[in-house]
C-alpha cells in the first residue's frame, strides 16, 4: 500500500520499498515528531540502494493551535482535539521536498486513549473489532467511511513533498 502513493506521483519510476526506521517513536505526537519520521525514513531509504529518490512516509497524531472541535458547548475541547496526519519527505541527497496529507479529527474517546499512551493503530483495531486496520483502510478509511483511504492520504502527502521534484518553480 505504501507503495501505491509514490508509485501514482513518479509512474515512470521503479519503486523498491525499504523497511527503514523512522528515529521516532512508535506512535509519534505533535507535527515536528511526525515530520522528522518523515525525513529520517526517507534519507534511509536513499542510503539503503542504489536509488535517485527517498520517499519516506510518518503517520501520526497532533493538535492544531486555535481547533475547535464545533463543539460550542465544550470549551476545553477546542485544546483537547487530536488530529491523524501524515507527513512525507521526498529527496535526492542535495533537495528536500516535505509535504503533509489530509488532517483528520479524531474522534474524543479515540484521542483520550492516544492521550493516555496507546497508540491509534491498536485503538483503531479495538474500536472496531478488526486487526491491522492500520495496514488496511487505516485510521483514514475509518473515519470517513472509507470516502478517504489510508493511501489516498499518503497520496498526497508525497505528492505535495515531491513538488521540488516535479516543478520547476521551487
Given at each position: 500500500?505504501?507503495?501505491?502513493a509514490t508509485v501514482r506521483v513518479f509512474p515512470d519510476a521503479t519503486v523498491v520499498a525499504e523497511p527503514v526506521p523512522s528515529g521516532v517513536p512508535e ?144
Amino acid at each position: 500500500m505504501k507503495r501505491d502513493a509514490t508509485v501514482r506521483v513518479f509512474p515512470d519510476a521503479t519503486v523498491v520499498a525499504e523497511p527503514v526506521p523512522s528515529g521516532v517513536p512508535e506512535q509519534p505526537v505533535g507535527h515536528d515528531e511526525t515530520r522528522t519520521g518523515a525525513q529520517h525514513r526517507a534519507d534511509a531509504a536513499l542510503e539503503a540502494g542504489a536509488y535517485d529518490l527517498g520517499v519516506g512516509i510518518e503517520g501520526g497524531v497532533a493538535s492544531f493551535d486555535g481547533a475547535s472541535t464545533g463543539d460550542a458547548t465544550a470549551a476545553t475541547a477546542e485544546s483537547a482535539a487530536l488530529y491523524l496526519v501524515m507527513w512525507a519527505a521526498v529527496t535526492d541527497g542535495d533537495r528536500r521536498g516535505v509535504g503533509t496529507g489530509p488532517s483528520l479529527r479524531l474522534p474524543a474517546s479515540i484521542a483520550e486513549r492516544i492521550r493516555d499512551g496507546e497508540e491509534l493503530g491498536p485503538v483503531m483495531d479495538d474500536v472496531l473489532g478488526e486487526s491491522n486496520v492500520a495496514e488496511k483502510q487505516g485510521a483514514a478509511g475509518a473515519l470517513t467511511d472509507g470516502r478517504l483511504t489510508r493511501t489516498d492520504a499518503l497520496d498526497a502527502a508525497v505528492t505535495a513533498a515531491a513538488g521540488p521534484f516535479l516543478s520547476d518553480r521551487y
